[in-house]
């Protein structure tokens, strides 16, 4: 930090990857269209006589929904995906997720020490090596080979 | 005679089915409010002068549907699928980022499934016993929020932060509703509701404008994203009870009980509630997950239908809870075909048999097209999904809808008031560990909690 003046091309929001340029495009666009849908929908229909109002307000939200999918089919065919899909899992990343639901290595551990065989096994069927490889060796959930699959991805 | 009682129950399966099928879509568009979509629908059906048998069962099938349908977009890009999928967003995005969002959404199925199973048989046995019972606890219902807003926060990983931080958070709440009052005439929910939602969202965009904290959220590469291989899971129709663990299905099952009869609370508010303690009480991450996602699903489908039968069952009609106010109230009151007083609606026209028939094929009809999509489709959406579209498109989209469903609800006061939510709770998510799931329950919590410390307070000048 401090000497790298420059910017970076990405941020981080709610999860994933984004350039920031292209969020904001993005959600001018979304609010701008979904909000505009909107409010043409309700005065078209709030001045249809003998309609309900709780049903000229429900069909103006259907019409806000088309300019919301409208603004999410631009928006996802100018701007493409920052995300690269990985062939194995990182376990560096392990971490990073932990802290995100609060918790730390150490008590991962201890949980996965303990846990269920039912749950040890979805988590085989699901490959998520870099959770097993983290079992202890004293726990009677260990297996060397999940360290290795791991490596091997 | 047999040939009308044989088209009553035709006529009922092509609307549990229809309805299923057209809420299935409506669930997966991120953020459609149930209330917005399920009431206008409805109400058309009632004045079309439908049977009541028809319409039970038609109810039946979009609850169902849209409470496996809203598992979709909550699992693929952690945008809730509803109202009811908010409480889910925090532990779908986890499993996003541990390459198991098709997992988190078969959970969900699943324990949607078992809920609905469990929800009709306990709603109208308890409906029909301990009615009389419930309605004694209603006078308690803040004190019992209050109670659980304080277990989950300790439950959460900011501890005693996270305890201090309710009362702060109950004020910040009841201000904004004084606000709403005084502007637009009424109190509000949708806003507050989404505002929290995306108030993780907000606050890191938020962030990025100070130079000073820009950095911590500056990436050099993209994201990369892994996703798990996929199991067979058998059969047209996969069994529920064997996409979790037998602990997790008996979990599901007792928690989805308990919310089948709590029918003077919020769905939403059991939801969290609920899931937090089921989550909460996992140490470890994958059964953390797994678990708070297939326990959320399913008590927010038991306590939609426990709220939509008990006040038919035992309250012969009068609309005394959550749902029979809000997305089923055009089978409550519909003028001029039902009317609440004098007493004249759904409950009238059904018998006991009448609920547990047509109860059924409502469930079958609704989940017959949403149930197998939602397992055998989960990964290959997703896939399709991460390769194809931009996460800006998806929150560009979703703010869309959050700016118009608070527009909705309190003009461009709703707007502000999500927005202002979302900067003060997303930081309290962010940067302490005080969970989106904490800030809802201080919702519900907040009205009572604020009047009781006020009436304290208000007495020492």
Redesign the interface.
């Given at each position: 930090?401090g000497l790298n003046k420059e910017?970076?091309?990405?941020?981080?929001?709610?999860?994933?990857?984004?350039?920031?340029n292209?969020?904001l495009?993005?959600?001018?666009?979304?609010?701008?269209?979904?909000?505009g849908m909107?409010l043409i929908g309700r005065s078209i229909f709030l001045n249809i006589p003998n309609l309900?109002p709780?049903?000229a307000?429900?069909?103006?939200?259907l019409v806000?929904?088309v300019?919301?999918?409208t603004?999410?089919?631009i928006?996802?065919v100018k701007?493409?995906?920052?995300?690269?899909?990985?062939?194995?899992?990182?376990s560096s990343?392990i971490e990073?997720?932990?802290a995100?639901?609060?918790?730390t290595v150490e008590?991962?551990i201890?949980?996965?020490r303990?846990?269920?065989s039912?749950?040890i096994k979805?988590?085989e069927?699901?490959?998520?090596y870099g959770?097993l490889a983290l079992i202890p060796e004293d726990s009677p959930n260990y297996k060397p080979e999940y360290k290795t699959k791991l490596k091997e991805g | 005679m047999e040939s009308i009682l044989l088209s009553v129950y035709v006529q009922a399966f092509i609307a549990a089915v229809g309805g299923g099928i057209l809420f299935t879509i409506i669930g997966i568009i991120p953020g459609t409010d149930e209330t917005a979509t399920m009431a206008p629908i409805t109400l058309i059906l009632v004045l079309m002068g439908l049977p009541g048998p028809v319409l039970f069962a038609w109810f039946m099938g979009i609850i169902v549907a849209m409470q496996i349908s809203h598992t979709v977009p909550t699992a693929m890009a952690a945008l809730p699928g509803s109202t009811m999928a908010v409480p889910m967003v925090l532990y779908s995005s986890l499993a996003k980022r541990l390459g198991i969002p098709h997992v988190a959404m078969r959970k969900m199925a699943a324990g949607s499934m078992i809920g609905t199973i469990c929800a009709l048989p306990v709603a109208l046995v308890f409906a029909l016993l301990l009615a009389p019972v419930g309605q004694k606890i209603s006078p308690y219902i803040g004190l019992v929020f209050t109670i659980g807003t304080i277990i989950v926060a300790y439950l959460s990983s900011a501890k005693w932060a996270a305890i201090i931080a309710i009362i702060p958070f109950a004020f910040l709440i009841q201000g904004f509703q004084r606000l709403a009052v005084e502007g637009v005439g009424h109190t509000l929910f949708i806003s507050i509701f989404m505002g929290i939602t995306i108030g993780p969202m907000v606050s890191e965009i938020f962030t990025v404008f100070a130079p000073k904290l820009r950095d911590e959220l500056g990436r050099d590469k993209p994201n990369e994203i892994w996703l798990a291989p996929d199991v067979k899971s058998g059969g047209l129709i996969p069994n529920p009870f064997k996409l979790v663990t037998p602990k997790q299905a008996r979990q599901v099952a007792l928690f989805s009980s308990i919310g089948a009869c709590t029918f003077t609370f919020s769905p939403v508010g059991m939801t969290v509630m609920l899931g937090e303690i089921a989550g909460g009480r996992c140490k470890e991450l994958y059964q953390k997950i797994t678990s708070a996602l297939s326990v959320q699903d399913g008590v927010s489908n038991s306590t939609y239908i426990g709220e939509f039968i008990i006040p038919l069952v035992a309250f012969a009609g009068l609309p005394l809870s959550a749902v029979a106010a809000g997305p089923g109230a055009s089978l409550f009151n519909a003028p001029p075909r039902f009317s609440v007083d004098p007493l004249n609606n759904l409950a009238q026209l059904l018998t006991l048999s009448d609920y547990i028939v047509f109860g059924i094929i409502g469930i079958v009809g609704g989940a017959l097209f949403a149930f197998p999509i939602a397992v055998k489709k989960a990964r290959s959406w997703t896939e399709f999904m991460f390769r194809r579209i931009s996460h800006e498109a998806l929150i560009g989209a979703f703010l869309g809808l959050i700016f118009m469903l608070a527009f909705y609800e309190a003009g461009l006061l709703g707007i502000i008031i999500a927005l202002a939510i979302g900067i003060f709770g997303g930081y309290l998510h962010n940067r302490f560990g005080v969970h989106t799931g904490v800030q809802f329950m201080c919702y519900y919590a907040s009205s009572w909690l604020v009047a009781q410390l006020l009436s304290v307070v208000g007495k020492i000048v």
């Open positions: 930090m910017v970076k091309p990405y941020v981080e929001v709610w999860g994933d990857t984004v350039s920031l292209h969020l495009i993005s959600s001018a666009l979304g609010v701008v269209l979904t909000l909107y309900e709780g049903l307000k429900g069909y103006s939200l806000g929904i300019g919301c999918l603004a999410g089919i928006s996802a701007f493409k995906p920052k995300r690269i899909i990985e062939e194995k899992f990182e990343s990073d997720i932990l995100a639901a609060g918790m008590e991962e201890e949980g996965l303990t846990l269920d039912d749950l979805e988590m069927e699901f490959e998520l959770l | -």
